[in-house]
């Protein structure tokens, strides 16, 4: 089992970045593919990147390609997400994903052990 613990959530002007990081407590992430996913107020929660195990392979929503990177720090035990040119639409509660296989998937209910998550707010 691991415990996913997010943070770097803040307020943010529009254009402005953010960086957040989810610790793994418990089994090494290693052995999970990882996955960031959103929920703004009245929404579904939605994916926005993913990396498999090991870290060779990325994915992104569309919405976030060419602005968000997702990374893995294996010495660290922890995933990242840097988002850069952000958008009040881009205003949610982020949520890391931990699951047990080797490619992120872009289905929430693929993943098997989720973070509390951390607030985003961008202004206009």
């Known amino acids: 089992q691991v415990q996913l613990v997010e943070s770097g959530g803040g307020l943010v002007q529009a254009g402005g970045s953010l960086r957040l990081s989810c610790a793994a407590s418990g089994r090494t992430f290693s052995n999970y593919a990882m996955g960031w996913f959103r929920q703004a107020p009245g929404k579904e929660r939605e994916f926005v990147a993913g990396i498999s195990r090991g870290g060779t392979s990325t994915d992104y929503a569309d919405s976030v390609k060419g602005r968000f990177t997702c990374s893995g720090d294996n010495a660290k035990n922890t995933v990242y997400l840097q988002m850069n040119s952000l958008k009040p639409e881009d205003t949610a509660v982020y949520y890391c994903?931990?699951?047990?296989?080797?490619?992120?998937?872009?289905?929430?209910?693929?993943?098997?052990?989720w973070g509390r998550g951390t607030q985003v707010t961008v202004s206009s």
């Open positions: 994903a931990a699951r047990v296989a080797k490619y992120a998937s872009q289905s929430w209910p693929g993943y098997h052990y």
